[in-house]
Structures are given as C-alpha cells and as structure tokens.
T-cell receptor
Framework: NAGVMQNPRHLVRRRGQEARLRCSPMKGHSHVYWYRQLPEEGLKFMVYLQKENIIDESGMPKERFSAEFPKEGPSILRIQQVVRGDSAAYFC???????????????FGPGTRLTVT | EDKVVQSPLSLVVHEGDTVTLNCSYEVTNFRSLLWYKQEKKAPTFLFMLTSSGIEKKSGRLSSILDKKELFSILNITATQTGDSAIYLCASAGGTSYGKLTFGQGTILTVHP
C-alpha cells in the first residue's frame, strides 16, 4: 500500500517564478492537508481539502498561495511569484473522511523542499 | 489562538535510559492528540489519543492523555540510538477538525 506521494522532492525557483507542488493521497483517503515547515520552526497548517472542495484554508497566506484537489489527479499547492521567504519544506498529509467512525489520523508524505534563489 | 507546547525542547540520554516527553495544549473544539516521530523526512504517525486515562502502547513507546489538565506524555523505555529523532505532538480541532496544531517538537538524542 503506497503511502502519501509528493513531487518533486526538491524544487528550486528564482524569485518571481511560480512553484507547483503535487500530492497524491494514500489509497482510500479522500482528505488532503498541506503544512509548511520553515527553517527552525514547527509544522504550520495551511489548508485542508477534499475532492473539489476547500474545507479550511485558515492557514493559507492571503496572496500568491492557492490549493486545489480536483476530482481526478493529485492535489496541487501553487505559489505564484515566489519570494525568498517561501523557502521551506511543504508537507502533504492525507486521511480518511472525518466523522465517519473510521481512523482519521493524518499520514504524511516525504515533503517538497522549496528553495527560492 | 490554538497552542501546543512541548517540553523539553531537547534531551540527550544514553541507550537504555527511559525518557518522558511532555505536551500541553489549548485548542478550541478539541478532538484528539497525536504524536509523530520525525527523522530526516516525513513525520511518522505514532499514536492518536482521544480519551483521558487510557494508555496507548506500541513496543517500548506508550502515551497517555489527560483531558482535564490538557496534557499528554510520551514515554520511551530502554531507549536505542534509532530512537534519536524529533518527536512532535499535535492537537486536532478547530472549526473543521482537520487542522493539526503542532508543538515545536522535542529533539531526542540517544548516545550508545
């Protein structure tokens, strides 16, 4: 059973370019979460999505950041016009639907390390 | 604002020692408390706790939750060098229940 998949594992972008990070959840999981880990800081929640729907985006920066989880294909975290402060590790997690009585712990992918030069 | 605080921030022990890691939380609409182990890659799930006073155990690791005192501990007995990692505590809650609020982590180093 494949775990959460993220790609690319490492991404280098120049200031002003766009970064697109992809996440495929574990088989059977329909909920996806994105977290950011800045250097020397803890993991911070960004957004929680289910297929074609954003459930909670309270941790997303107001500008330049967007996320989607289409009916088909992986979840995408998109950062437009990247700046040096966006350099971080971006982790995706997935879970079964919440509130169904099933196990809903979040399982994490290996992360994408974004470096903005 | 939701808050999770872990202590100590770092800990150095020798193989065979027993360690206790602490986690306190203040989270609206609390749903569960989770522990993860993070080495150089993805956080690996260890435990999820939802009820007070019920110990969860997996090998040399165990954890318990106190919902009255808003506190959890993670115990590791007979530590090994492979236990060296960052241990993360997170609380699930908020309006969507899907949001995990993480503590800053405890860096555990186990020397041979």
């Amino acid at each position: 059973n494949a775990g959460v998949m993220q790609n690319p594992r490492h991404l280098v972008r120049r200031r002003g370019q766009e970064a697109r990070l992809r996440c495929s959840p574990m088989k059977g999981h329909s909920h996806v979460y994105w977290y950011r880990q800045l250097p020397e800081e803890g993991l911070k929640f960004m957004v929680y999505l289910q297929k074609e729907n954003i459930i909670d985006e309270s941790g997303m920066p107001k500008e330049r950041f967007s996320a989607e989880f289409p009916k088909e294909g992986p979840s995408i975290l998109r950062i437009q016009q990247v700046v040096r402060g966006d350099s971080a590790a971006y982790f995706c997690a997935s879970s079964e639907p919440l509130g169904t009585g099933g196990r809903y712990e979040q399982y994490f992918g290996p992360g994408t390390r974004l470096t903005v030069t | 604002e939701d808050k999770v605080v872990q202590s100590p921030l770092s800990l150095v022990v020798h193989e065979g020692d027993t360690v206790t890691l602490n986690c306190s939380y203040e989270v609206t609409n609390f749903r569960s408390l989770l522990w993860y182990k993070q080495e150089k890659k993805a956080p690996t799930f260890l435990f999820m706790l939802t009820s007070s006073g019920i110990e969860k155990k997996s090998g040399r690791l165990s954890s318990i939750l106190d919902k009255k005192e808003l506190f959890s501990i993670l115990n590791i007995t007979a530590t090994q060098t492979g236990d060296s990692a960052i241990y993360l505590c997170a609380s699930a809650g908020g309006t969507s229940y899907g949001k995990l609020t993480f503590g800053q982590g405890t860096i555990l180093t186990v020397h041979p």
